[in-house]
Structure formats: structure tokens, C-alpha cells
Nanobody, 126 residues
């Protein structure tokens, strides 16, 4: 089964940093991960999945939600088939399960993405 696997979540104090990683695992995607735009989303209980950041397949274009702009950085290493989300100056409101996703374009709409990871919990204490 095709899988995207996130890692790097955990518990951190407000103002701290975490780096999330997302890699392809299991059966090969229809194309290599480097051919896909990638996105990071987050979700808290009772709320819809929220766009965080996205990056084009080449890495030349990046997009951010206003709530994380200037604090989070999305990047990718296509040689390693891995996408990263560097999160700095974390706030308690960043607490959520974070998901990576692969799709055809770096869009904000989660329904535009074809493959999803299982999520990794990020908890920011005040």
C-alpha cells in the first residue's frame, strides 16, 4: 500500500522549534514523490483540516497560510524523496495533528491531494 510517513512531531514549549519530515514508504507512488506537489495540513478535534504550507514539485514555489507565514518553512529534497516543515516560534495554537499530502499542484484545498500520511502529533505547551 502506498504510504506517506510523517515524523518529527512531539511536545515542545512555546517559542520552540520542531522539524517535521514526510517520506514515501511501501509500494512506489504512481510517479516518484519528486513529481508531486506537496502540502502540509493540520487538524484539531472537531475542526476541518487546515492548510499550512505547500511546495511545487521543483521546490521553486512555496505557499503558506497567513497564520504560519514567517515562522514555518516548507522545503524538499527530491534526491531523498522527502519533504520537510521547519516550525519555529511555535505557539500553543499550533497544537494539532500534522499531515503531509501529495498532489498535482500546491493548492490550499485538501481535496486536491491524492495521497496522505497518517499524521504526527505536535503539542505546544504554554
Amino acid at each position: 500500500q502506498v504510504q506517506l510517513v510523517e515524523s518529527g512531531g512531539g511536545l515542545v514549549q512555546a517559542g520552540g522549534s520542531l522539524r517535521l519530515s514526510c517520506a514515501a514508504s511501501g509500494r512506489t507512488l504512481r510517479r516518484t514523490l519528486s513529481s508531486y506537489a506537496m502540502g502540509w495540513f493540520r487538524q484539531t478535534p472537531g475542526k476541518e483540516r487546515e492548510f499550512v504550507a505547500a511546495i511545487s514539485w521543483s521546490g521553486d514555489s512555496t505557499y503558506y497560510a497567513d497564520s504560519v507565514k514567517g515562522r514555518f518553512t516548507i522545503s524538499r529534497d527530491n534526491a531523498k524523496n522527502t519533504v520537510y516543515l521547519q516550525m519555529n516560534s511555535l505557539k500553543p495554537e499550533d497544537t494539532a495533528v500534522y499531515y503531509c499530502a501529495a498532489g498535482r499542484a500546491p493548492l490550499e484545498d485538501p481535496y486536491e491531494y491524492d495521497y496522505w500520511g497518517q499524521g504526527t502529533q505536535v503539542t505546544v505547551s504554554s
